[in-house]
């Protein structure tokens, strides 16, 4: 399905030849004047000279332009990096006539390269001009890097009579594991929204949605999210009730389609694994046993064979970390089969049962700890031929 | 070089078919009266059963028997799992004539399968039959599963005069990430030591050894390593001085040589890579950074494709959790090569430097935080082709 247009938001792309000619390399999104924006980041330390310098013209105004190159991170570039950062934001303010504060830059690919700074502001003239209503697929394409097809979702609700829309796109295969959002990724809404009632109903979507996937456990340097409010549908979202809670939820959709894609287009996948962690003390106990499973080598290849070799998850849930497990208590199921309890193998498990189950496409491993109430889930990929072929081959 | 006997040990080894006919798969290690033993185990919670009667076996008594089986590791096996392993201590116990409290059961393999108790101890008469001082070679290739060749380090000092040996062997390819120990390796030595220190100069050795390499990150259920001294060289080691230096030292010599050949032997590996952190506030701190780059999917396939993309170790630097990190003060070297300075890439580095280096089999990554004088060093592979091959494979 077509994403929704958002009132207020168009969106170009150019082909900039960043880092390969002839390639939709350079996405440029406008906002209309008076829309609110809240954004997440990475939390990596090295993180990106565009992540720096788009927090800080965040902290400033609101924008009114994001420009989004793929094919260079300009991360681990110094302070060489953030220059060619603004650089970029300078000029695009010129083209447009906007304060260069009010632009937002976004990089991805390869990390540690200067940014080819001289090209890309060369292909601005042509992703202005190409700025359309309709530009989102064309946008997810270009934002893409080693991802196999575009990633947009999109929502409808009514707020107040009026008809309000969600749509956003991501990009992201690959070091995948987000610690408050994952590669890039933009959303959009014509509803009116107040900025920190924006930045609350963000953070509460990406808990659940960019923050609980993970590739391969590597936290990239330049992940974010951006949320764009332009207001321009009439209806303003409530800081509680039921439209609220309608609207919160239409952006954690969006955001869970999109997180989501992201795995099912995760490097070299060909499963999509639901992990899902119950009955721990915390939520944050529960996480730490689905990521031990999730980022486990020996599991992630187990599912690539589609081979029930059930005793790799209980040796990662064995070293996660919990103190006093009592493993009488433990029990693992994928899908509906139980394959674990009190401590070792199920009396009614069969290896047949666990062969069909490891055929689907979409499994759930689900783990009770039997200790809580708290629970997690996140969703991951397997280990494949394909992902060692692709990160070993991504430079060259 | 074959390995040095060791006075008042003897090893022998069986096919008792466990898992595939015709191949050494049982192991019994006989010490003479009077050796006192130390131990390290997994601290994985789903621990396997020979785990836990190793420890509560030890905690009775000294040992006069080891015996290993591979092809399965007994874990996740439940009660069944614990009755199993005493049964095989009991068995070799009436046919050699100790207390089934004095026999160690260990094994390797495949989790959640039931022992063939019956094999194994059907198995044993032909490894008592062939007891021999010289049987370490033998030994070695008997505790082998995914290993490609067999694993054994020997030491000779001089104590007060007298000559004194420490010899051992190891196993282990993959699911290594020991916590206390690694998969399984087996150190044995003539001088006469006190079971208190003899564990607390094995806690040592372990620390630098065995607790410092990984190849995937995944622990193991089924880690064990064991010191053995008979005292039959008739030399004593103290409890401080220079003798006891000397003797700790060729222990945690015998230890490194051990867990480097697990390394070198790692699943798929085709690098022997170093990760070498230095200036941390604390060695905790050091070793978190080193294990997030030697456990990043990223780094470990790009060295697989010696392509020097250093930005994936910058990344995770970047990601390992340091509070208050200043990337100013961070630098990264591959081998002699400077590829990060001040938060970007050093000002001399070339691409073919970096491709020189990343050519070698053996690469140290060192790490400078700029923040103390805290270090760690741990030593790990890359990620093949091969490693999820054999993973994908291992069972079917």
Redesign the interface.
Known sequence: MEPFIVAGVRLGVARAGIKYPDRRDLVVIEVAAGTQAAAVFT?????AAPVIVARAHLAVTAPRYLVINTGN?N???????LTDAEATCRALAKQTGCRSEEVLPFSTG???EPLPVERLVAGLPAALASLQAEGWTEAAHGIMTTDTWPKWASQRLMLNGREVTVTGIAKGA??I?P?MATMLAFVATDAAVDQALLQHILNAAVADSFNAITV??????NDALVLLATGQSGATVPTQGEDYACFSAAVRAVCIELAQAIIRDGEGATKFITVQVEGGRDSAECRQVAYTIA????VK??F??A?P????I???????G?TD?D?ERVSIHLDEICI?C????APDYTEAQGQQVMARPDITIRVELGRGAATARIWTTD???D???I??????
């Open positions: 939390q990596n330390a090295f993180c991170a991360a681990g570039t110094g302070v060489q990096g390869v990390i540690g690959g070091m594991c610690n391969d456990g590597d936290t990239s340097t980022h486990s080598p020996l290849t187990a690539f064979a081979d070799n059930w005793g790799r209980l040796a990662a849930v064995g070293r996660a919990l497990l493993l674990v009190t401590g070792g193998r280990f494949s031929f992902y060692v072929r990160n070993a081959e991504y430079r060259t």
